[in-house]
């Protein structure tokens, strides 16, 4: 019986996150029809960074070895009403799961975007920070969380992320 209490807990996690996720990409679409598109730019992301596996606290991670890293390759697009409301998402390869995204909301402050989201797979919420651009394009900084069960498919045994990436502009259209 105990399995299946702790079945309904993450069930009922799951739920929450996807009612709360569900009611801020609501909000956004409401304001991004509500306010005219100042921009759009896509662009190519490089990621590099370490996935805390298991259990244990960060101490016994750098003993046990339950810190693994990993790199991912995205292509992705972020478009930015007049408000500075951020929509953005990407997609794209990676090691160890292959496949990834992320999609997220967030507000630009000066030239710093600052964003919350979610990635599907592995699964994780997520907080990102753009530091500022350069010609070419910018760092970004991500911090992440599985707040289920790392023992589901869908965690791929992750209970969180820090990851560090580049960004390349391809092109920016004005709204």
Same mark, same amino acid.
């Given at each position: ?24 990409? /609501? ?7 509500? *306010? @005219? &598109?100042?921009?759009? =730019?896509?662009? %190519?992301?490089? $990621? ?13 991670? /750098? ?7 990993? *790199? @991912? &390759?995205?292509?992705? =697009?972020?478009? %930015?009403?007049? $408000? ?31 964003? %919350? ?59």
């Amino acid at each position: 019986m105990k399995y299946r209490y702790n079945f309904n807990r993450a069930l009922i996690r799951q739920h929450l996150i996807l009612l709360i996720l569900s009611v801020l990409f /609501l909000n956004i679409c409401n304001a991004q029809d509500q *306010t @005219s &598109l100042k921009s759009k =730019s896509s662009f %190519i992301e490089w $990621n590099v960074g370490v996935a805390k596996i298991g259990q244990g606290n960060l101490n016994e991670d /750098l003993l046990d070895g339950s810190l693994f890293p990993g *790199t @991912s &390759l995205l292509y992705g =697009s972020t478009y %930015i009403n007049e $408000n500075n409301t951020i929509f953005e998402y990407e997609v794209g390869i990676a090691f160890p799961s292959i496949v990834t995204g992320k999609i997220g909301i967030g507000k630009m402050i000066d030239d710093i975007k600052l964003i %919350i989201g979610v990635r599907p797979f592995p699964f994780n919420l997520f907080y990102q920070a753009s530091l500022p651009s350069g010609k070419r394009g910018y760092f970004i900084l991500s911090l992440e969380y599985n707040p289920l069960d790392q023992e589901q498919f869908i965690s791929m045994g992750s209970k969180g992320l820090f990851t560090i990436g580049y960004r390349w502009n391809l092109k920016k259209k004005k709204g």
